[in-house]
Every structure is written in structure tokens, then in C-alpha cells.
């Protein structure tokens, strides 16, 4: 027996996922999508703050960075991971470890560039936009653009400054979501990060 | 799945923004909780529509607020309510001894005045969760002592 | 056994929290140049380390102890500095310092949304947290003067 749902294919698509299932099972499912419905909750509102989609991406990534200072820290006392010694170790470190123990998936890492100073994280599903659609007025939001601010906040934290964005995104229609990272300049000691 | 941290910074960040962006004049400061308990009442409607309802399950409003307390909280928060009450007229009295979004602050008076900031995004949670239960409510919260607080829920007839 | 004092800092030389718990003797010198001294001294061991080490490095500097005391040593790779002074009896106090860093400062102060990061820490749960663990410690024991 379900109940129903008042959202057209977005509500066929859960019911596929999600077919008749005991309490308990579904209640595990509630929890695994806090996260997520919060964050389109976020963006909703988001949206309707700001005039264009720009200014909300700016809003997402500047709120991901802010995130990323703390949650380096969180990663570092529960990982155990110690100093990366070059970006293919933060490269595997941020895909098999981090990304696994914060989001539950292990993105490829592909598309190292000759000089060693970038690569691509290749998410084949981003729990961010499960049962996300974006509508047609807003083609130019990057929806999951709080994790370009995380990484970015996080690696800072950690003597790295990288430029961090989208390249595809399967919200707009890619088969992947593509994010690329590029390796900036070692931030030397003595050069206190903070909150913008 | 997403990690319990992920979400606690991403709650708290939430909060900052509205009232850093309330500060800096792209809105007024009761905005604020209301925005973020309309996102909590969207998250918890979003929450409940995972969950089969079937509204044989539950026998009686006391039934749902029962499921709230326990169910919901226990995937919500990890714990279930530690006491409710009612005065069996449609208000009922959530308590929560060690309130997740409140443990890391502080054990007595010390940023008692920011916790009702932190509150919001949840008393909207339980009224999204209760809306798609069928049940209309207005919900509040209180803390005299972290992290203690209670959600006051006021049943509207419909 | 005893444990003398302990500080945090942060990489940019800001002392986020100091406590003390049997420090029997004071350096002389205002609180804000003491711990400058600290942190510079903390500075240089490392990089004196780095550079100078017969063989090649795992944890860096870690400790260093006189006649009297030991200097127990955690960094982190976000750069957080923590210090912890024990009397001799303790060889090693690196667990303790991890507790203090992931169980402590990580729980109660960097996800407590009212600390900004890298601030001068104000939280009282963190710093009651902190002494009963530190008052847990096996090796906190009255003042032992047969050092």
C-alpha cells in the first residue's frame, strides 16, 4: 500500500527505488536521505533569495568552504590519515576516503594532466541530486556546488590552494557528474585560514 | 548515505548564512527562523514521504506523536524523545534531555541565548514530518539548560 | 606522576587554549610572550628536525625532556600544535593527545557552530571536558616530588 504522491515522475521514479518495504527498512532510508533533502531544501531556498543562479552558486560555494575548514578536521581525527607528500596521494585519499566516508561512494579519478597538477573525480551517481530535478529557469545553477566549496575549504586547511568546479553534471543531461580539481600553490606556514 | 557530521555542519552553516546574509541587509532578522523552519518543514515532509503511510497504522493522533518521538527521532537524531507529554487536548510536550544539535555547545547557560536559532530548522522538521501524516500543527521549541530542550507541538483542527 | 600544563595552537601561532593543572614554576614573562616563545621554540624543533634527521622521518619531532620534565608534541596535518608537559614518569603521551585533538577539540569545539575556527577557544563544556579527561589520566597523579 502507498501513499500518493503528488509530484508526477519525480514520485514515479521514488516508487521504483522504494517498492512496498517493512518500517524498519524505509526508516533507513529516511536517514540516509537527511542530508540530501536538506540540501535541496538549502537550494530551494537559496533560490528564491537570490536574483540569479550566479549569486547562489557563489552563496553555495562560499557555505561549502565554511563547511570544509571544519569538516577537515572531523576527516583528519577519524581517518588517521596523515600529511599527503604530492597531489596523487590527496587525489586517492579524497576519493577513496574521504568521499566514501562522508558521501558512501568511491568517485574514479581520471584525467591526470602531464604536469601532475590535476585530475577529475568521476561520480557515476551524486547522492546530492537523487530525486532532483532542475527546473528550466535555472540552466546556469551549479545545484551541487557546496562540495567545490568543501573540498576547496578543506584543502586549505591542509596547505592547499586548488580551484575546484563542475564539468558535467548529470543534472544537465551528462552521463557523469565530472568535478575537476587543480592544484594551485602550497599555502606556507604561518598564514592563518579562516571563515570568509 | 551521508555521514551524521556532514549534516551537523551543514546545519549549522545554514543557520550563518540566513543570519549573516539578515546582517548584511538582504533580509530582516525574524526572517531568519522562518526561513529556516520552512526548510526543516519541507525536509520533514520530504522525510515521511519515504515512509509507507498507512494510515491504519497508526490508531490515533497519540499514535502518530508516539511514531514522532521514537521512529522519526531515532533516524532523525540517533536517540528518541526522553519524555512526552499531553494534556490530551492537542498539545503535546516533546523533551529531549541531549538534543544532537545542541550537545556540542554547551552542558548549562553558556550560548543559551543563540541555541532558539538552532531550533528552528527542526520545530519545522516535526511539522513537515506531521503534515504528511495528516496532521496540521504549529511547533515551538524552548531550552532553559543545554542541551535540553523541549518542542512544543499545538495540534489545529482542520 | 603528574601532568604539568597543556597548549593549543593554531598554525598561524595563536595559542587557542592553555591550561594547567601542576605547574609548579611560572617563566617570568608576561602569558601572551610565553606562549610566543612556545610556539617559536615548537617551530624551529620541527624544521631543525626535518632538516637534521639521520634517518628518514615518520612522525617528525614528537618529544623532548630534561632533567625534570617531558614535552610531549601532536601536530596535525590542518596544523593544529598541541603540548603537553608531564614529569618523566610518562614515556609517551601521544594517545592522550589524540584523544584530546579528535574526541575533544574536533566534538566540542570545531563542530560547535558558536567557536569560530581557529579562535581563542571560549567553550566551558570543552574545557571542563578537558580536565576530567586529563584528571582521568592514569599517570595524573598527586604531586609526586621524587621525580
Redesign the interface.
Known amino acids: 500500500?502507498?501513499?500518493q504522491?503528488g509530484r508526477g515522475t519525480e514520485s514515479k521514479k521514488?516508487y521504483w527505488y522504494?517498492p512496498?518495504?517493512s518500517?524498519s527498512a524505509?526508516?533507513q532510508?529516511?536517514?540516509?536521505?537527511?542530508?540530501?533533502?536538506?540540501?535541496?531544501?538549502?537550494v530551494?531556498?537559496l533560490c528564491k533569495?537570490y536574483e540569479n543562479d550566479d549569486d547562489v552558486n557563489k552563496?553555495l560555494d562560499?557555505?561549502g568552504y565554511?563547511?570544509g575548514?571544519?569538516?577537515?578536521?572531523?576527516f583528519?581525527?577519524?581517518s588517521n590519515?596523515?600529511?599527503?607528500h604530492d597531489f596523487r596521494e590527496t587525489a586517492d585519499v579524497i576519493a577513496k576516503i574521504a568521499f566514501k566516508?562522508?558521501?558512501?561512494i568511491t568517485p574514479s579519478i581520471t584525467n591526470w594532466s602531464p604536469g601532475g597538477d590535476e585530475f577529475s573525480l568521476i561520480l557515476e551517481n551524486n547522492?546530492l541530486v537523487d530525486f532532483v530535478e532542475l527546473p528550466d529557469n535555472h540552466s546556469t545553477l551549479i545545484y551541487s556546488n557546496?562540495l567545490c566549496g568543501v573540498l576547496r575549504g578543506a584543502l586549505e586547511?591542509?596547505?592547499m590552494a586548488v580551484d575546484v568546479k563542475f564539468v558535467q553534471d548529470t543534472l544537465k543531461g551528462d552521463s557523469v557528474t565530472e568535478i575537476r580539481m587543480k592544484f594551485i600553490r602550497r599555502i606556507e606556514?604561518?598564514?592563518?585560514?579562516?571563515?570568509e | 548515505m551521508a555521514d551524521e557530521a556532514l549534516f551537523l555542519l551543514l546545519h549549522s552553516e545554514m543557520v550563518a548564512g540566513m543570519y549573516r546574509a539578515a546582517e548584511q541587509g538582504e533580509g530582516e532578522n525574524g526572517r531568519c527562523t522562518t526561513k529556516l523552519e520552512s526548510m526543516g518543514f519541507r525536509v520533514g515532509q520530504g522525510l515521511i514521504e519515504r515512509f509507507t503511510k498507512d494510515t491504519a497504522r497508526f490508531k490515533d493522533e497519540l499514535d502518530i506523536m508516539k511514531f514522532i518521538c521514537k521512529d522519526f527521532w531515532t533516524t532523525v537524531f540517533k536517540k528518541q524523545i526522553d519524555n512526552l507529554r499531553t494534556n490530551h487536548q492537542g498539545i503535546y510536550v516533546l523533551q529531549d534531555n541531549k538534543f544532537r544539535l545542541l550537545t556540542q555547545m554547551s552542558a548549562g547557560k553558556q550560548y543559551l541565548e543563540h541555541a532558539p536559532k538552532y531550533l528552528a530548522f527542526t520545530c519545522g522538521l516535526i511539522r513537515g514530518g506531521l503534515s504528511n501524516l495528516g496532521i496540521k500543527s504549529i511547533v515551538t521549541a524552548e531550552v532553559s539548560s543545554m542541551p535540553a530542550c523541549k518542542f512544543q507541538v499545538m495540534i489545529q483542527k482542520m | 606522576m603528574t601532568i604539568h600544563n597543556l597548549y593549543i595552537f593554531e598554525r598561524g601561532g595563536r595559542c587557542l587554549f592553555y591550561s594547567e593543572w601542576h605547574r609548579r614554576r611560572g617563566p617570568g614573562i608576561p602569558q601572551e610572550e610565553e606562549f610566543k616563545l612556545m610556539f617559536g621554540m615548537l617551530f624551529s624543533l620541527r624544521s631543525f628536525v626535518a632538516k637534521m634527521s639521520p634517518t628518514d622521518m615518520r612522525d617528525g619531532f614528537v618529544a623532548f625532556h630534561t632533567s625534570k620534565y617531558r614535552l610531549h608534541y601532536l601536530e596535525t596535518p590542518s596544523g593544529l600544535r598541541l603540548v603537553l608537559n608531564t614529569d618523566l614518569g610518562v614515556p609517551s603521551a601521544r594517545e592522550a593527545l589524540q584523544h584530546i585533538y579528535g574526541n575533544l577539540f574536533v566534538e566540542l569545539v570545531v563542530k560547535n557552530p558558536l567557536c569560530p575556527p581557529r579562535a581563542p577557544v571560549q567553550s566551558l563544556l570543552f574545557r571542563q571536558r578537558l580536565d576530567a579527561f586529563v584528571r582521568s589520566l592514569p599517570y595524573f597523579g598527586p604531586r609526586n616530588p621524587q621525580n
Open positions: 500500500m502507498s501513499r504522491g521514488m522504494l512496498f518495504i518500517p524505509s526508516l532510508l529516511m536517514n540516509s536521505e537527511l542530508f540530501t533533502l536538506t540540501y535541496g531544501a538549502l530551494t531556498q533569495d552563496q562560499k557555505m565554511n563547511i575548514v571544519r569538516l577537515i578536521e572531523d583528519l581525527a577519524r590519515v596523515g600529511r599527503c566516508m562522508y558521501l558512501g547522492p557546496l586547511m591542509v596547505q606556514d604561518n598564514l592563518p585560514a579562516g571563515e
